[in-house]
């Protein structure tokens, strides 16, 4: 009310602000997209999504965006009438055109334009609804049919305007959150789990979640797509630094590794995995390899200067490289944890991704320190169990 009495808007006048979202995703935070034929069935599901999301908590500014228009007068063409009087719904329309909006009779042309000459009613008898009971129809034989026999006249509120989405009709229903109280992803589910048989409830009409939860969605396809992509980078890399193909797969455990660690410490925390988080994992692939590619190199240059002891290799690699990984994960953490908890001043938009780096981070040096060492002795258990084989089967 403050801010329309300074800007003088007029009573009535429906004024709404919205806040330009900067970074992924950038659609409204509970978008409802409902399609179908009829718009009395679609304002209907409309009033059912906005009733239940006004008992959510933390969700506002609930509307829709179907808008009656000025009252139309409107003819229902009777289909099985029109058809024993010969009468296409085009002619119909076509004669109700012209009577009230004018048909083109024909052009006079003059020395330096063409006029065209526009026959329609009088104006007295465009405005008179009885007008409607007198008109008649040329059927395909050219008898003049009576319009109130193959049709009935009804007054109707008119619509502002229809929207279609995929050859649709379509009305959308979207509210703004309070993100101190609930997120988009949690107010989506909720919707979507509620009216999870709604098309059933309402044959021939479906529902569409979009805005946030479908650019997160998309978002979410090319991400995957990126993460697969480094991973590939990453083992070819590791390939051929390490000159082996066997080698790179023990490196490349601690990725999933970190993001058990990325799971465990959202549930914790009760946030949710969102797509700055998921952006987090994909960049936490590339660090957390950092700390198997240390013991992996101590183990494997130690077993070509010692042969013979390979297994004493790996105790040795464990023993040696214990502080620089440790040191390298608590600077890297310790440098993080002021954007993933805030300290300082609190950014929503980059909190997750620092969470999940640090949490990826802590949790994989961990499980890193205990299981690559573990994984490189059965790995080498294998090789040497492929070989005896292999000389037993020459022998033989």
């Known amino acids: 009310d403050e801010i329309q009495a300074k800007l003088q808007i007029p009573e009535g006048v429906d004024v709404t602000f919205e806040e330009v979202r900067t970074g992924p995703p950038v659609g409204k935070p509970v978008d409802v997209k409902i399609r179908g034929k009829e718009f009395a069935v679609l304002e209907q599901i409309a009033e059912e999504y906005k009733a239940f999301l006004a008992t959510l908590e933390g969700v506002k500014d609930i509307r829709d965006d179907y808008e009656a228009g000025k009252p139309e007068f409107q003819v229902k063409v009777n289909e099985q009438a029109a058809r024993r009087a010969q009468v296409g719904i085009a002619d119909v329309g076509r004669t109700v055109r012209y009577a ?7 052009s006079v042309k003059t020395t330096e334009e063409e006029v065209h000459v ?3 009613l009088p104006e007295e008898a465009r405005e008179d609804i009885s007008t409607m009971d007198a008109l008649v129809v040329e059927n395909a034989q050219g008898d003049l049919v009576p319009l109130r026999r193959i049709a ?3 007054r109707q509120p008119g619509i ?3 929207k279609h989405i995929d050859f649709q009709r379509a009305v959308s229903v979207s509210a703004r959150i309070d993100e101190n109280l609930t997120t988009s992803v949690k107010v989506n589910r909720e919707l979507q789990k509620h009216f999870e048989g709604i098309s059933k409830k309402y044959p021939g009409y479906t529902v569409r979640y979009s805005g946030e939860d479908e650019d997160t969605r998309e978002s979410m396809v090319g991400l995957f797509m990126a993460f697969g992509i480094a991973a590939l980078a990453i083992y070819s890399i590791l390939a051929i630094a390490l000159n082996s193909l066997v080698h790179p797969v023990t490196v490349m455990v601690a990725i999933p590794f970190g993001l058990i660690g990325v799971i465990l410490a959202f549930f914790f925390h009760g946030i949710e ?3 700055m988080a998921m952006l ?4 936490l692939s590339g660090v957390v390899v950092n700390d198997s590619i240390v013991l992996v190199d101590f183990i494997a240059r130690y077993s070509k200067e010692h042969p013979n002891s390979r297994l004493e290799g790996i105790v040795e690699a464990a023993k040696h490289r214990f502080r620089p990984v440790i040191l390298t994960t608590v600077t890297t953490a310790v440098g993080l944890a002021p954007v993933a908890y805030g300290i300082g001043g609190l950014d929503p938009f980059l909190m997750p991704a620092a969470m999940a780096l640090t949490w990826g981070l802590i949790f ?9 060492p573990c994984l490189y002795a059965i790995e080498l258990d294998i090789k040497n169990f492929l070989v005896t084989m292999r000389q037993r089967f020459h022998s033989a």
Do not use: Y
């Open 273 to 275: 995995l969102s797509f």
């Open 364 to 372: 994989a040096t961990v499980l890193t320190l205990v299981f690559i």
């Open 280 to 283: 987090g994992v994909v960049g």
């Open 118 to 120: 526009l026959v329609r």
């Open 152 to 154: 009935t006249f009804e």
């Open 160 to 162: 502002s305007f229809i």
């Open 100 to 106: 009230f909006a004018g048909g083109r009779a024909t």
